[in-house]
């Protein structure tokens, strides 16, 4: 399967900085990457698809100026926070689109917000 | 909607025993593709088994196993001989034209020495 990294591992950050998240596909190029996000003990939510050379799709609810997707290159994804709160701590998680049907997840982030 | 449930939060097995984590899913698309993922405490997603919904054959990894029921829209996972490794949260998944995972709620499995 693919390889997928994410950096930082974790991150903590005071309130209303900006934090970003990169997510790298090392052995293949991915036109498509996905943006998770996940509370404790709880089911991954999709918070937007990142296409590259393009804008991000954003689900509903998911506030687009809050988290900007960049996805600048066929290796490449970020995720930034801007002027994040408590209530952003979280664990995010991205995965890259590899043929049909296929995507292969990151280690994820664990971003605390104090 | 894609909806995927997973109706047992938490399940427990003892060692060497076997253990089914059920899942059901709603589509009415012809064409897709079914997961179960690993999370264990690292929260690293691992890839456990797949099935594509055209092949009637249950998929089959080693000591991991899959019941599709295509018609009753079931997807039902079975450990045989349960490790202490197998200790994680499972995830069943759907996915169908445009690459987007639609994922259960989780089953929380603890496998007991």
């Known amino acids: 399967g693919a390889v997928v990294s994410q950096h930082p591992s974790r991150v903590i950050c005071k309130s209303g900085t900006s934090v970003k998240i990169e997510c790298r596909s090392l052995?293949?190029?991915?036109?498509?990457m996905f943006w998770y996000r996940q509370f404790p003990k709880k089911s991954l939510m999709l918070m937007a698809t990142?296409?590259?050379?393009?804008?991000?799709?954003?689900e509903q609810g998911v506030e687009k100026d809050k988290f900007l997707i960049n996805h600048a290159s066929l290796t490449l994804s970020t995720l930034t926070v801007t002027s994040a709160h408590p209530e952003d701590s979280s664990f995010y998680i991205c995965?890259?689109?590899?043929?049909?049907?296929?995507?292969?997840f990151g280690p994820g982030t664990r971003l605390t917000v104090t | 909607a894609q909806t995927v449930t997973q109706s047992q939060p938490e399940m427990s097995v003892q060692e060497a025993e076997t253990v089914t984590l059920s899942c059901t899913y709603d589509?009415?698309?012809?064409?897709?593709?079914l997961f179960w993922y690993k999370q264990p405490p690292s929260r690293q997603m691992i890839l456990v088994i797949r099935q594509e919904a055209y092949k009637q054959q249950n998929a089959t990894e080693n000591r991991f196993s899959v019941n599709f029921q295509k018609a009753a829209k079931s997807f039902s996972l079975k450990i045989s001989d349960s490790q202490l490794g197998d200790t994680a949260m499972y995830f069943c998944a759907s996915v169908y034209t445009g690459n987007q995972f639609y994922f259960g709620t989780g089953t929380s499995l603890t496998v007991i020495p």
């Open positions: 052995d293949f190029q991915a036109t498509t």
């Open positions: 995965s890259v689109s590899h043929g049909n049907y296929e995507q292969y």
């Open positions: 990142s296409n590259e050379g393009s804008k991000a799709t954003y």
């Open positions: 589509t009415s698309e012809s064409n897709y593709y």
